[in-house]
T-cell receptor, first 114, second 112 residues
Framework: LAKTTQPISMDSYEGQEVNITCSHN???????ITWYQQFPSQGPRFIIQ???TKVTNEVASLFIPADRKSSTLSLPRVSLSDTAVYYC???????????????FGGGTRLMVKP | DTGVSQDPRHKITKRGQNVTFRCDPI?????LYWYRQTLGQGPEFLTY????????KSRLLSDRFSAERPKGSFSTLEIQRTEQGDSAMYLC??????????FGPGTRLTVT
């Protein structure tokens, strides 16, 4: 699986848009980009997945440039409850013939302040 | 609640004892995963089941660890002769699609 690099931590304020960028320079052709969120003392929760360009759901947007060597998770108008660790994962996770465990890095600790 | 459940939520044991954790996945999910997470780190993959078959096991997994999923429903993870380094949060996840895994609340193990 491709290695990912994310900022260790970020601070923001309520109501602001937060963008967390993940670098994955050696992403492979069949790799997808997936983001998970984890609150303290809970298991991770799937947020969004994409392959290229832009993906949007009710929670977040994912921006992926043409070269796919990076991706940006965008959280609109964050609230205190968005304080969590955000993980970027890259891999051929749609290959249903393989176990394809999720390989988490250290993640980005987002702190939202009042 | 139809999510993934794990039992117990917390376990304190003395070094050298055996412990067993249980995971009940979402009922229609045929895939089940075990992960381990230590403080400040992301979850680390341990093993994977598709139905009752254990298809992958981390090379980092000691022989003291064993997992089962009889009948392809719930799963158990056993750690024999626990060591202090086994202290961690043990997470179970299930899925239909590999990339969208649903995690349980975890079992926090403390080995004294």
């Amino acid at each position: 699986l491709a290695k990912t690099t994310q900022p260790i931590s970020m601070d923001s304020y309520e109501g602001q848009e937060v963008n967390i960028t993940c670098s994955h320079n050696n992403i492979a052709t069949n790799d997808y980009i997936t983001w998970y969120q984890q609150f303290p003392s809970q298991g991770p929760r799937f947020i969004i997945q994409g392959y290229k360009t832009k993906v949007t759901n009710e929670v977040a947007s994912l921006f992926i440039p043409a070269d796919r060597k990076s991706s940006t998770l965008s959280l609109p108008r964050v609230s205190l409850s968005d304080t969590a660790v955000y993980y970027c994962l890259v891999g051929d996770l749609t290959n249903n013939n393989a176990g394809n465990m999720l390989t988490f890095g250290g993640g980005t600790r987002l702190m939202v302040k009042p | 609640d139809t999510g993934v459940s794990q039992d117990p939520r917390h376990k304190i044991t003395k070094r050298g004892q055996n412990v067993t954790f249980r995971c009940d996945p979402i009922s229609e999910h045929n895939r089940l995963y075990w992960y381990r997470q230590t403080l400040g780190q992301g979850p680390e993959f341990l093993t994977y089941f598709q139905n009752e078959a254990q298809l992958e096991k981390s090379r980092l997994l000691s022989d003291r660890f064993s997992a089962e999923r009889p009948k392809g429903s719930f799963s158990t993870l056993e750690i024999q002769r626990t060591e202090q380094g086994d202290s961690a949060m043990y997470l179970c996840a299930s899925s239909l699609k590999t990339y969208e895994q649903y995690f349980g609340p975890g079992t926090r193990l403390t080995v004294t």
